[in-house]
């Protein structure tokens, strides 16, 4: 059963501080995502990467980092968080572009 | 730039009923559709996808149609069940960089009512 684990459900954290989501899949995929999804907006494409230590901008990169350094890990970095970055994020992981994504269970992350 | 949109952002049929949700797209080279069920408390999963070379796929009581020209998509949903209720995203593929990458729509919530 192919699976994408992200490592937190629910986070906390205050404003400033450095906050790492991490994700990880279990399919050998090259291609893996991060969106945010907010009310009435979809999901929003922040970064993506199509190989290990390959990193490409999304829609919406400002105030975010990633790092992939191993295939099946793809981490999403708030260098200072701020509270309009309180929101659902979800990794996802694909084969390539054109076939079923497969999403992990997202992590709700509140900025204080 | 590229954009998808959706409509309604919610829907309410009910049961036993036909629910229709509709999308645009911007990039006339997309060419991959995917539709996907986002249920409480879980990640969006993949229900029904279709490729620039058809005009319609079903698989059971779910049925996608595609017009090229329009650059319309839409998701139909026959008898539906409580378990239909979700929220439901249309998207499609454009080639991005090395890469590609799909754009989702905002999404349409929608209710069965027993």
């Known amino acids: 059963d192919v699976k994408v684990t992200q490592s937190s459900r629910y986070l906390v954290k205050r404003t400033g501080e450095k906050v790492f989501l991490e994700c990880v899949q279990d399919?050998?995929?090259?291609?893996m995502f991060w969106y945010r999804q907010d009310p009435g907006l979809g999901l929003r494409l922040i970064y993506f990467?199509?190989?290990?230590?390959?990193?490409e901008k999304g829609d919406i990169p400002e105030g975010y980092s990633v790092s992939r350094e191993k295939k099946e890990r793809f981490s999403l970095i708030l260098e200072s968080a701020s509270t309009n970055q309180t929101s659902m994020y979800l990794c996802?992981?694909?084969?390539?572009?054109?076939?079923?994504?497969?999403f992990g269970p997202g992590t709700r992350l509140t900025v204080l | 730039g590229e954009n998808v949109e959706q409509h309604p952002s919610t829907l309410s049929v009910q049961e036993g009923d036909s629910a229709v949700i509709k999308c645009t797209y911007s990039?006339?080279?997309?060419?991959?559709f995917p539709w996907y069920k986002q249920e409480l408390g879980k990640g969006p999963q993949l229900i029904i996808d279709?490729?620039?070379?058809?005009g319609e796929k079903k698989d059971q009581r779910i049925a996608v149609t595609l017009n090229k020209t329009a650059k319309h998509f839409s998701l139909h949903i026959t008898e539906t069940q409580p378990e239909d209720s979700a929220v439901y995203f249309c998207?499609?593929?454009?080639?991005?960089?090395?890469?590609?990458?799909?754009?989702f729509g905002s999404g349409t919530r929608l209710s069965i009512r027993p």
């Open positions: 998207a499609a593929s454009i080639r991005y960089s090395s890469a590609s990458k799909i754009i």
């Open positions: 996802a992981s694909v084969r390539d572009g054109l076939h079923e994504q497969f």
């Open positions: 279709i490729r620039s070379n058809v």
């Open positions: 990039d006339s080279a997309s060419n991959y």
């Open positions: 399919m050998d995929h090259e291609n």
């Open positions: 990467s199509y190989d290990v230590k390959m990193k």
